[in-house]
């Protein structure tokens, strides 16, 4: 994703491409329905393709009751939305600078290498690094 960002390999998007604008309508249409409820609309943004998501999906099927699942899966929604938030204010009130597409794909891609590397760790396939009392991975 990172380089694709950067514009060095094409975009992963592109396989989404004809699914997204589609269900993007059917969206908006479902919300300006007056009978369509939050939950229900709640329900179906989730299956939107996301990484994250999927990984909080993979993580509740795990759980050892479906209150577990359900707590699980609300907690990640409670964590997720400060970021949400900070980054829907700070695209607001930050100016995009050209240059700075570069460096954010730099950041992507550290944290992508984080993310694997505490999936190795976790795994067993590598030891986990620790800066201190910090857990790199």
Same mark, same amino acid.
């Given at each position: 994703?990172?380089l $694709?960002? /950067?514009?060095?390999?094409?975009?992963?998007?592109?396989?989404?491409?004809?699914?997204?604008?589609?269900?993007?309508?059917?969206?908006?249409? =479902?919300?300006?329905? $007056?009978?369509?409820?939050? =939950?229900?609309m709640?329900l179906l943004?989730?299956?939107?393709?996301c990484?994250?998501?999927?990984?909080?999906?993979?993580? &509740?099927?795990?759980? /050892?009751?479906?209150?577990? &699942?359900?707590?699980?899966?609300?907690?990640?929604?409670?964590?997720?939305?400060p970021?949400?938030l900070?980054?829907?204010?700070?695209?607001?009130?930050l100016?995009?600078?050209?240059g700075?597409?570069?460096?954010?794909?730099?950041?992507m891609? $550290?944290?992508?290498?984080?993310?694997?590397?505490?999936?190795? &760790?976790?795994?067993?396939?590598?030891?986990h690094?620790?800066l201190g009392?910090?857990t790199?991975?």
């Open positions: 994703m990172a $694709a960002f /950067a514009g060095f390999v094409p975009s992963i998007e592109a396989l989404f491409a004809g699914l997204t604008p589609q269900w993007g309508k059917t969206m908006r249409r =479902l919300s300006q329905n $007056a009978t369509t409820s939050p =939950l229900l709640g943004w989730g299956f939107l393709p990484g994250l998501v999927l990984s909080a999906w993979l993580n &509740a099927a795990s759980a /050892a009751s479906i209150w577990q &699942a359900g707590l699980s899966m609300t907690l990640f929604g409670l964590s997720t939305l970021s949400l900070l980054t829907r204010w700070a695209i607001g009130k100016q995009w600078q050209s700075s597409r570069p460096l954010v794909s730099l950041a891609m $550290a944290f992508g290498f984080q993310f694997a590397m505490r999936g190795f &760790a976790a795994l067993g396939w590598l030891n690094l620790h009392q910090i790199l991975w």
